[in-house]
């Protein structure tokens, strides 16, 4: 009795195994491992992008700060730094005014712009941002878009000084070949205004 109710068990387990589907074959084919969906996703931002994001300093400035925090930030606080940075003070000192022209400049242009790009998560409705797929990228690029700032008070005083001289130099005689004051002062006028545009088309997305 014992040996046919334990033949009967075996047949039991063997029927319910038999019942079991066998698992499903892993098609190899449709799955992509993350890292190699991460590079795909990095490598499909083209480099006219990335220089056009990094050709901005405040969009530089959003960067550095999300990579120095990490995780996700409020676009309060990230307007904060931001007005610091370009005020030249603290986020203590920041004025509302301030405050509020960052804010709106982020809000509706930059952190949208950069979104597009996946290179930041920006939730408009709850203002959170957070570094997006495309953001590595960048970096490799991010200190030597921060070293090509053009030295604009450097121009300026070397205008200055060149106005100076040449003034000083009509004074002692080379009125007498042309280089009167008034050219002088013209020359340098304008040498300023051009500086002056070209700064003001630099910083133009500002």
């Not at 992509?32 to 996703?41: I, R, W």
């Not at 005083?157 to 050219?183: C, E, F, M």
Request: charged share 25%.
């Amino acid at each position: 009795m014992a040996s046919s109710s334990q033949r009967a068990s075996e047949g039991d387990l063997l029927s319910e195994e038999a019942d079991d589907p066998e698992p499903e074959a892993v098609d190899e084919t449709e799955s992509v491992p993350e890292e190699e969906a991460d590079s795909e996703a990095v490598a499909d931002l083209p480099l006219d992008h990335v220089f056009e994001i990094l050709k901005n300093e405040r969009r530089r400035t959003v960067l550095h700060y999300l990579q120095e925090h990490g995780g996700t930030v409020s676009l309060g606080e990230l307007a904060e730094h931001v007005a610091a940075v370009e005020n030249g003070t603290t986020v203590a000192q920041v004025t509302s005014n301030e405050r509020k022209c960052v804010y709106v400049g982020l809000y509706q242009c930059h952190l949208p712009k950069m979104d597009d790009m996946d290179i930041v998560e920006f939730n408009q409705n709850r203002g959170r941002i957070s570094l997006g797929p495309n953001a590595v990228q960048l970096y490799e690029y991010l200190e030597e878009s921060d070293g090509t700032d053009r030295p604009w008070p450097l121009y300026y005083g070397s205008l200055t000084g060149a106005g100076v001289l040449g003034l000083v130099a009509s004074q002692l005689g080379a009125a007498a070949v042309g280089l009167t004051p008034t050219v002088v002062a013209t020359v340098a006028l304008l040498g300023i205004a051009g500086v002056a545009a070209a700064q003001t088309l630099d910083h133009r997305d500002d």
